[in-house]
């Protein structure tokens, strides 16, 4: 695991040196152990390095001889031991290291972009030809991990997170307003954009192309959408067999491409749990849990289910249990790990937790993308609401208008009157609705919160992707869309940088690329299943997997996600603070934003209105965030 940075344009070595040398700098928490930089005149990249493979060597940038390619290299392949037995069966030979790193780079020298279909893994890797003056990019199928680059039609660079860019010295710090807009809709920066302008994501499965005085030149390697195959012999057994093995061997590779200890983050929900249960399965014991809890207790701690599963594994179980305090602490610190304005609240634990690991171990597993993928959350709502509207809209006429019969569909905070649409065939639905996780500042809400500013709608980011969707079934659509935004852009983004904060490892055998693939092609059932006339499961194929794996009190407790108490503390006890951060001397938002529209919003927040606190916490981050980035003197 490490951090890349690299420079492209009209510099000299020296200049080149200098620039690269001060991105590294700024990103030394993802790489501790190691660094290394090249530079000639017009390009040169480095790399800071967290040793987890090949300790002793595997230093970056690697070279090829025959080809005098070099990388720099961010992730894991997991299954590079595999490759390079392939490779040298294939003769290629004059190995120097034992890294998954000059795997990579052997397997692109030998099969070019073709080459990374072969990568299991999450990476963002740089390979230089020096000879072509041309620069290769590109980014792990699932975005597990980030990879930034920015370009003002002269100059390129690239790093693995955008406070590395900022800190070459060569870039102007202007806001992106359009992207500052959607983020108060999200509570995270959607899309291609970033935070900054001229600096922008290299989307997952994607690579880029860029030589020496030209333009970048993306195209996608890899495409998995959600669309099930129409299989008239589903066998739910064989689901459960082709399950099982995909997925322990997904948690095996995670646990053997390691030349360190590994660690679990558990939770006490089933997907965490059903990790540390595979790795017992899969014959490895005694290994380390962590887990986090606030001392409001009650909701917003599940650590007694934790330990209830590290003991029936027989793992060693850490906890952390954080205060008010800790967490407004902390505040400030996350905002500055996630470079861009992120106001799921949950980062906070993340950092803590991953903290606690890294004084254990330097690797952890995590459930990142079961929900996304096996279909969680509320979709057992979603899916028995969509089969009545399947059953009724067979029936003619005045049966249509059935908004009455169906007070609500979606999961829970997507919900919407099924009567506006009832008439509309259900692949339409989403479409016309445009459900999504996190919902907080509407386009009317945002024009009287800022005054003079109207921007693009936030929901067109959504509306593309539905559009995008190539399934007709709604689950399916949904799924499609939260594998490609809210997963990529808040969950993933959120365990790299509050886990390499703490200098540590967070690997998702959830997101095993070919588990992606088995699944996104299962029927509904597979995944939400009907119990009878009005009960569903989620994640059915799982809770399966653990019967006799995990304890039933943890298969059959309904979903928390990461729970955190920050609401309620606005209604009790904290509204004076909140009103402080964004209202007080020197903020950034009453400088900003219309200063009735926040009281109004901190007011229905401090009566126990969850929506609204949700948007005042979203303001609360921008707030910090401003003012950490010098963001004000950019708008």
Same mark, same amino acid.
Request: charged share 25%; proline share 4%.
């Given at each position: 695991?490490?951090?890349?940075?690299?420079?492209?344009?009209?510099?000299?070595?020296?200049?080149?040196?200098?620039?690269?040398?001060?991105?590294?700098?700024?990103?030394?928490?993802?790489?501790?152990?190691?660094?290394?930089?090249?530079?000639?005149?017009?390009?040169?990249?480095?790399?800071?390095?967290?040793?987890?493979?090949?300790?002793?060597?595997?230093?970056?940038?690697?070279?090829?001889?025959?080809?005098?390619? *070099?990388?720099?290299?961010?992730?894991?392949?997991?299954?590079?031991? &595999?490759?390079?037995?392939?490779?040298?069966?294939?003769?290629?030979?004059?190995?120097?290291?034992?890294?998954?790193?000059?795997?990579? !780079?052997?397997?692109?020298?030998?099969?070019?972009?073709?080459?990374?279909?072969?990568?299991?893994?999450?990476?963002?890797?740089?390979?230089?030809?020096?000879?072509?003056?041309?620069?290769?990019?590109?980014?792990?199928?699932?975005?597990?991990? #980030?990879?930034?680059?920015?370009?003002?039609?002269?100059?390129?660079?690239?790093?693995?997170?955008?406070?590395?860019?900022?800190?070459?010295?060569?870039?102007?710090?202007?806001?992106?307003?359009?992207?500052?807009?959607?983020?108060?809709?999200?509570?995270?920066? #959607?899309?291609?954009?970033?935070?900054?302008?001229?600096?922008?994501?290299?989307?997952?499965?994607?690579?880029?192309?860029?030589?020496?005085?030209?333009?970048?030149?993306?195209?996608?390697?890899?495409?998995? =959408?959600?669309?099930?195959?129409?299989?008239?012999?589903?066998?739910?057994?064989?689901?459960?067999?082709?399950?099982?093995?995909?997925?322990?061997?997904?948690?095996?590779?995670?646990?053997?491409?390691?030349?360190?200890?590994?660690?679990?983050?558990?939770?006490?929900?089933?997907? &965490?749990?059903?990790?540390?249960?595979?790795?017992?399965?899969?014959?490895?014991?005694?290994? @380390?849990?962590?887990?986090?809890?606030?001392?409001?207790?009650?909701?917003?701690?599940?650590?007694?289910?934790?330990?209830?599963?590290?003991?029936?594994?027989?793992?060693?179980? @850490?906890?952390?249990?954080? *205060?008010?305090?800790?967490?407004?602490?902390?505040?400030?610190?996350?905002?500055?790990?996630?470079?861009? #304005?992120? /106001?799921?609240?949950?980062?906070? #634990?993340?950092?803590?937790?991953?903290?606690?690991?890294?004084? @254990?171990?330097?690797?952890?597993?995590?459930?990142?993308?079961?929900?996304?993928? !096996?279909?969680?959350?509320?979709?057992?709502?979603?899916?028995?609401?969509?089969?009545?509207?399947?059953?009724?809209?067979?029936?003619?006429?005045?049966?249509?208008?059935?908004?009455?019969?169906?007070?609500?569909?979606?999961? &829970?905070?997507?919900?919407?009157?099924?009567?506006?649409? /009832?008439?509309?065939?259900?692949?339409?639905?989403?479409?016309?609705?445009?459900?999504?996780?996190?919902?907080?500042?509407?386009?009317?809400?945002?024009?009287?919160?800022?005054?003079?500013?109207?921007?693009?709608?936030?929901?067109?980011?959504?509306?593309?992707?539905?559009?995008?969707?190539?399934?007709?079934?709604?689950?399916?659509?949904?799924?499609?869309?939260?594998?490609?935004?809210?997963?990529?852009?808040?969950?993933?983004?959120?365990?790299?940088?509050?886990?390499?904060?703490?200098?540590?490892?967070?690997?998702?055998?959830?997101?095993?690329?070919?588990?992606?693939?088995?699944?996104?092609?299962?029927?509904?059932?597979?995944?939400?299943?009907?119990?009878?006339?009005?009960?569903?499961?989620?994640?059915?194929?799982?809770?399966?997997?653990?019967?006799?794996?995990?304890?039933?009190?943890?298969? =059959?407790?309904?979903?928390?996600?990461?729970?955190?108490?920050?609401?309620?503390?606005?209604?009790?006890?904290?509204? @004076?603070?909140?009103?402080?951060?964004?209202?007080?001397?020197?903020?950034?938002?009453?400088?900003?934003?219309?200063?009735?529209?926040?009281?109004?919003?901190?007011?229905?927040?401090?009566?126990?209105?969850?929506?609204?606190?949700?948007?005042?916490?979203?303001?609360?981050?921008?707030?910090?965030?401003?003012?950490?980035? =010098?963001?004000? &003197?950019?708008?």
């Amino acid at each position: 695991m490490c951090g890349i940075v690299g420079i492209l344009g009209k510099f000299s070595r020296e200049e080149a040196m200098a620039a690269v040398q001060r991105m590294n700098g700024a990103i030394v928490h993802r790489g501790p152990d190691d660094d290394g930089t090249w530079a000639e005149d017009g390009f040169a990249f480095g790399m800071r390095r967290l040793s987890i493979i090949d300790l002793s060597g595997g230093k970056q940038p690697i070279w090829d001889d025959k080809t005098g390619n *070099g990388i720099v290299f961010n992730g894991e392949v997991y299954n590079y031991r &595999s490759l390079k037995k392939d490779l040298m069966d294939k003769g290629v030979g004059s190995w120097k290291t034992e890294s998954d790193t000059e795997v990579v !780079l052997k397997t692109l020298v030998r099969f070019g972009t073709d080459g990374i279909a072969g990568l299991n893994g999450m990476f963002g890797f740089a390979l230089w030809d020096p000879k072509k003056e041309s620069l290769l990019l590109a980014r792990d199928r699932m975005g597990v991990k #980030p990879l930034y680059y920015y370009w003002d039609g002269k100059t390129f660079l690239f790093a693995s997170e955008i406070k590395a860019i900022l800190a070459s010295g060569l870039v102007e710090r202007r806001i992106n307003k359009q992207a500052m807009w959607d983020y108060l809709t999200y509570r995270y920066v #959607p899309g291609t954009e970033s935070i900054w302008q001229n600096i922008y994501r290299l989307e997952p499965g994607h690579l880029m192309r860029i030589k020496a005085g030209g333009e970048p030149e993306i195209e996608r390697y890899w495409f998995c =959408d959600v669309v099930a195959d129409e299989d008239e012999t589903f066998s739910e057994e064989r689901a459960d067999e082709e399950f099982a093995t995909l997925f322990l061997d997904a948690v095996e590779l995670r646990l053997v491409a390691s030349d360190v200890p590994v660690g679990v983050f558990l939770s006490g929900g089933l997907d &965490s749990s059903a990790i540390a249960a595979a790795a017992v399965e899969l014959g490895h014991s005694n290994f @380390h849990t962590f887990s986090v809890g606030f001392d409001t207790g009650g909701y917003y701690s599940e650590l007694s289910y934790a330990k209830q599963v590290a003991e029936h594994v027989g793992a060693r179980y @850490h906890e952390i249990v954080l *205060g008010r305090e800790d967490f407004l602490r902390m505040l400030p610190e996350i905002v500055v790990a996630c470079d861009e #304005p992120m /106001a799921d609240l949950s980062v906070i #634990p993340v950092l803590a937790l991953s903290r606690l690991a890294r004084e @254990h171990v330097k690797v952890v597993l995590s459930g990142e993308g079961s929900d996304e993928v !096996l279909a969680g959350y509320q979709f057992d709502e979603a899916e028995r609401a969509w089969d009545r509207v399947r059953r009724l809209q067979r029936l003619p006429g005045a049966a249509l208008r059935i908004g009455a019969s169906l007070s609500r569909f979606g999961p &829970s905070g997507l919900h919407r009157k099924a009567e506006k649409v /009832a008439g509309d065939p259900l692949e339409r639905w989403n479409r016309l609705q445009l459900p999504h996780i996190t919902i907080n500042f509407g386009q009317q809400e945002k024009k009287e919160l800022w005054p003079g500013e109207t921007r693009l709608d936030s929901l067109r980011v959504l509306a593309a992707q539905y559009e995008g969707a190539l399934s007709k079934d709604p689950l399916q659509q949904m799924l499609s869309v939260y594998q490609k935004d809210w997963l990529v852009e808040d969950l993933l983004m959120k365990a790299d940088k509050a886990s390499m904060a703490a200098s540590l490892e967070a690997r998702t055998p959830f997101l095993d690329y070919r588990l992606v693939q088995w699944a996104n092609r299962q029927p509904n059932q597979v995944k939400v299943k009907r119990l009878d006339r009005s009960r569903y499961e989620t994640k059915s194929v799982l809770r399966r997997f653990c019967q006799g794996r995990v304890p039933r009190t943890i298969i =059959d407790r309904p979903k928390r996600g990461f729970p955190d108490p920050a609401n309620v503390w606005l209604k009790d006890g904290l509204g @004076h603070w909140a009103e402080d951060t964004l209202l007080g001397p020197g903020s950034a938002s009453g400088a900003i934003f219309d200063r009735a529209a926040i009281l109004n919003v901190l007011a229905d927040a401090k009566s126990g209105n969850e929506p609204a606190a949700n948007r005042i916490w979203s303001l609360i981050v921008l707030e910090y965030w401003l003012k950490a980035w =010098d963001g004000i &003197s950019a708008l």
